[in-house]
C-alpha cells in the first residue's frame, strides 16, 4: 500500500489568462467546470485508498472560480475515498478578483482552514503589467474579508525582479505585506517562456529587461526584512511564523508521497512519478468514462535518481541535509559519496557544513540551480 499523505486538487480555469503565466489554466471556459468536476470526483474514486491524508491542497489556476458549494461536493468526494485525519491542512489558492466575505465565510465553513492568496503586488502600475485582474485595493480588501471570516492562516504570494521594478518598489510590497502581518509569505522570482505576452513585451523592447543584480538585491532584502518581522525563512521561496510552514508543500519538498488529481496534476507514489494529461477534454473524456487519465508523464524514480532530488529538494529547505537522518534513509555517508561536489561547493561559497548538516549559503540560495546539477546523475 502507499504512503500518500497530500492530495492536490488543479483547477484549471482563469477568469482571463495572466501575462506571465506558465500554469496550465484555460482562460472562457467557467461552462465547463461542472463537468471537470465531475471527472475530478471520478478520478477521486479510481484513486481511492485507505490511506490517511493530513493535507489537500486546491491550486490552479483560479480555485476560487469554483462556488463553496462545489468546494464542499470536493471535500465529501476526498473524504468518501480517503481517510481524511482531523485537523488536517486544507489550503486553497484564491485571486483577489474573484472572493468576498460572503464566499469566504462559506468556504471557511466548507472546510478549507487555509487560505492563499494571490496577491503578487502592492502596486497597482506592476499588477496592470502582470496582467492581473484585480488591483491593490481588491487585495486589500480580500486580505481583511479573509481575517473576518475568520481564517487563522493566510498566505500570500508575491513576485519580484519584474521588468522595471526597483528595490525600492518592491520594499514597498514588501512593507505592506509586513504590515497585513500573514502567517505564510511566498516570494517568487519571476521567469518568463517565450510564448508569454510579457517575454515578448520585452524582447520588443516595450518594457525593460530584467535586471537579474536587481532581482538578488530584491531577495536580499527580503531576507533581511522578514527575518526583522518575526518571520523564519525555511525554504528558498517560502517565510512562515513559528508553526504555520506550509505542510503540504513540506511533504513535497521532504520526499513524501503525493496524489494529484485533475489535469496537469502530478504525483509521487510508490517511487513513480507521473503527470496527467494537460489536455482539458482529453481529460474529462478519458476519466467520465472510468478510465484514469491518459499520462504525460510516468516514471519509475531510480534509486540514483531518489537520492539526489532527496539531496536538491533537502537543500531547499533552509534547514538544510541532516547528515544523519540521511545516513540512515540511504544508508550512505554523503561525505564520502559527494564528497568533490561538496567540496567544489564549500569552496565557492555556495554551501555550508557543520558536523550535523549541509546548508546552501545566502549566496547559494541565489545561484541554487549552479549547486543542485551537480548532484544529478550523470545521464540526466
Ligand atoms: S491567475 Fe494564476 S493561473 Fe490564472 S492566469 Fe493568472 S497566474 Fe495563471
Known amino acids: 500500500m502507499s504512503d500518500i499523505k497530500a492530495i492536490y486538487i488543479h483547477v484549471p480555469f482563469c477568469r482571463r489568462k495572466c501575462k506571465y503565466c506558465s500554469f496550465i489554466s484555460y482562460q472562457s471556459r467557467e461552462c465547463d467546470i461542472p463537468v471537470y468536476l465531475d471527472a475530478i470526483k471520478n478520478e477521486l474514486s479510481l484513486r481511492s485508498e ?16 469554483l462556488t463553496s458549494e462545489q468546494i464542499s461536493s470536493l471535500m465529501s468526494a476526498i473524504k468518501n475515498n480517503f481517510n481524511m485525519e482531523n485537523g488536517s491542512e486544507i489550503t486553497m489558492e484564491t485571486n483577489p478578483g474573484t472572493i468576498d466575505l460572503t464566499y469566504l465565510s462559506k468556504i471557511k465553513a466548507a472546510g478549507i482552514n487555509r487560505l492563499s492568496i494571490g496577491v503578487q503586488s502592492f502596486n497597482d502600475k506592476e499588477l496592470s503589467m502582470l496582467g492581473r485582474i484585480h488591483n491593490v485595493e481588491d487585495a ?49 522570482a519571476l521567469t518568463l517562456e517565450p510564448e508569454e505576452p510579457l517575454f515578448k513585451e520585452i524582447e520588443s523592447g516595450v518594457l525593460p529587461e530584467i535586471s537579474a543584480d536587481t532581482a538578488a538585491g530584491q531577495y536580499e532584502l527580503a531576507e533581511q526584512l522578514l527575518e526583522k518581522h518575526g518571520y523564519i525563512h525555511y525554504e528558498i521561496s517560502n517565510w512562515a511564523k513559528p508553526g504555520f510552514e506550509c505542510h503540504h508543500n513540506l511533504v513535497y519538498w521532504q520526499g ?29 473524456e478519458s476519466v467520465s468514462h472510468n478510465r484514469l487519465p491518459p499520462q504525460e508523464v510516468d516514471e519509475t524514480i531510480t534509486p540514483e535518481m531518489e537520492i ?36 567544489e561547493l564549500l569552496d565557492a561559497g555556495l554551501i555550508k557544513k557543520d558536523n550535523s548538516a549541509i546548508k546552501l549559503t545566502q549566496r547559494g540560495r541565489l545561484l541554487g540551480n549552479e549547486v543542485f546539477w551537480r548532484f544529478l546523475p550523470d545521464k540526466v
Open 140 to 188: 486589500l480588501n480580500a486580505i481583511k474579508d479573509a481575517r473576518k471570516a475568520t481564517f487563522d492562516n493566510l498566505n500570500i504570494d508575491l513576485i519580484y525582479g519584474l521588468p522595471g521594478q526597483t528595490v525600492d518598489n518592491w520594499k514597498d510590497s514588501l512593507l505592506k505585506a509586513v504590515e497585513i502581518n500573514p502567517e505564510h509569505m511566498s516570494l517568487y
Open 50 to 65: 485507505d490511506t490517511v491524508i493530513n493535507t489537500v491542497y486546491f491550486g490552479g489556476g483560479t480555485p476560487s472560480l
Open 308 to 343: 539526489a532530488e532527496s539531496i536538491i529538494l533537502g537543500l531547499r529547505l533552509c534547514n538544510g541535509i541532516d547528515i544523519k537522518d540521511f545516513k540512515k534513509r540511504f544508508n550512505i555517508d554523503i561525505m564520502k559519496r559527494y564528497g568533490r561536489q561538496i567540496e
Open 256 to 284: 513524501g508521497e503525493y496524489l494529484g488529481i485533475g489535469v496537469a496534476a502530478h504525483s509521487y507514489v510508490d517511487n513513480r512519478r507521473s503527470a496527467n494529461t494537460t489536455d482539458l477534454d482529453r481529460y474529462v
